[in-house]
Structures are given as C-alpha cells and as structure tokens.
C-alpha cells in the first residue's frame, strides 16, 4: 500500500456505534488504513467480533449515559490521545409529537446529540495537547430537510449538525478539525426496520432515489475516511450531504 492508501498509519481512532451498519464499514475502512482502532458500541458481543476482525481494541458501554462517555475515552486514550473521533452511534425513534413517547424523546437527545457532546468533551484537551486532530460526526439529511413522522430524529441530526458547525468554529484555533456527513438512505438495520414498518422492499426505498438505488454503508465510510485524512485539512464546519441526489418530500 502507498501512503495515499494508508492515510491513518500512527493515528489513535475512536469509533462509537462501530457494531452498527455504518459504524464497521467506518470502522474497516479506518483500520484497513493503518489506523492502531478502538471501537465502541452497547451491542457487546458484535462489537467484540469486530475488534478481533480487525485487531481493534473493544471498549463496551452505553453512550446514553454521560459518565459512560467519559470512562470510554478515558479507556481509549489510556495508551495517548486520540488522533480522530468518529461520533457515528444513533438511534432512530419514530413519531410526530402526539405520537412519540417522552422516553423516546428523551432517549434520542441522550445518544444522538448529549453523547457527542460527553465524548467531544473528554477527547479535546488531550487532542489540543497533542497539537490537533480531527473529529467526524453523523448527522443526516434529515437533520437538514426534515422527512415526515420523525421528529426526534430530525430534531437531534439538526443539533448535531448546528454542534458540529459551532464545535469547529471554536476549536479551529486549535487545529481540531470538525467536520459532519448527512447521509440519505443507507443499507443498514436502521433502514432495515423502517422498510419492515412500513412494508417498502429494496427495490422501493431504490426507485425513491435519483441515483437509481440507496446508499452502501462502505460509500459512506469512504466519505468519513476523507474527512478525517489530511487530505481535507481546510475542511472544517463543513455538512456533506450523501444522497444519491435524493429530495426529501
Ligand atoms: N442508515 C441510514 O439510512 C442513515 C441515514 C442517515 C444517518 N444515519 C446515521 O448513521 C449512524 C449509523 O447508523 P446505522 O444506519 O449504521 O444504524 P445501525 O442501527 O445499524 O447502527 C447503530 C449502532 O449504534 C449503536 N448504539 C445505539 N444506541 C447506542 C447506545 N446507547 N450506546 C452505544 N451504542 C449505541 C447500536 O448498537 C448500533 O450498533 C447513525 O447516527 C444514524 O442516525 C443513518
């Protein structure tokens, strides 16, 4: 491999939801560019078998609770600080506000946008210590053009994406590099279960799209990758969509 293609080689990377669909495309991606990974996530026994995929190092927890997000980091960076911060956990809860339950609300601010904010916090001051880095958040499309019925969700992508812009603003100084992706459609068991509530097959979440199909979580995991490469090192508050050109309606 040349330099070009091991972009992570020495860098320290953090990980969260990396058992998720998008999360191990992420995660894979980082790792097959040298990256020395940590990865995180609640689903323990999928997580593990991912760092030993990889040679990651497992750090099990429940980014809903704050104290959780701080042991995480401190775990992580008990060997250095880290290089990259990839917040990429969420959960989607659906519902308009009659319908949606206070737990479901609640429970989406807590892992969608207070975890960031715990994680972010914890990893800064090693990474401003250490002469910068660069952290890479999840947002979504949603988060921009909200989509019907999903108002936590959409809520909680637009203060990731508002988070993101404002953590970049005042951390650029510092050489922290804060950058977020708004995915469209992606093929992962979020979207898996909304295709089975609402009874929409492959073929039918495909033909919504311009492009002509939904995304693959690896074309997200590549964006992510850039973002957190040298490659984009004036890339910083910026909000890239990933859509196949899709409209939200
Ligand atoms: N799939 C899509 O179409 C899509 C679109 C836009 C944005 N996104 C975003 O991309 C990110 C990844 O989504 P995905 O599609 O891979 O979803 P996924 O459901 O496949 O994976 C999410 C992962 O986050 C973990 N997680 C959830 N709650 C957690 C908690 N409290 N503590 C620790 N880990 C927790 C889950 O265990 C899971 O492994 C999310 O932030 C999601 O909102 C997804």
Redesign the pocket.
Known sequence: MNDRTRRFAGKRALV??????????ISRRIASEGASLLV????SD??QNLADELGARAI??????PG?CREIVESATSDGPLDLLV??????RRGDILAISEEDWG?SF???ID?MFHLCRAALPGMIANGGGAIVN??????LHPAPGHIA?NVT?AA?ASFTQNLARDMAPRKIRVNA???????????R??MARSGRTKADMDALIPYGR??E?EE?AALVAFLASDEAAFMCGSLVEITGAQAVA
């Open positions: 969260t939801g990396a058992a998720g669909g998008i999360g191990t495309a995180t996530d609640c689903a999928a997580l099990p927890g429940d980014l809903s609770i959780a917040n990429n956990a969420g959960i989607n429970d807590a892992v969608n975890a999840i947002a979504s499309q949603w988060g969700y992508k990731v992706v708004c995915p469209g459609e992606i093929h992962t068991d979020m979207l279960a909304g939904i995304g979580p997200v």
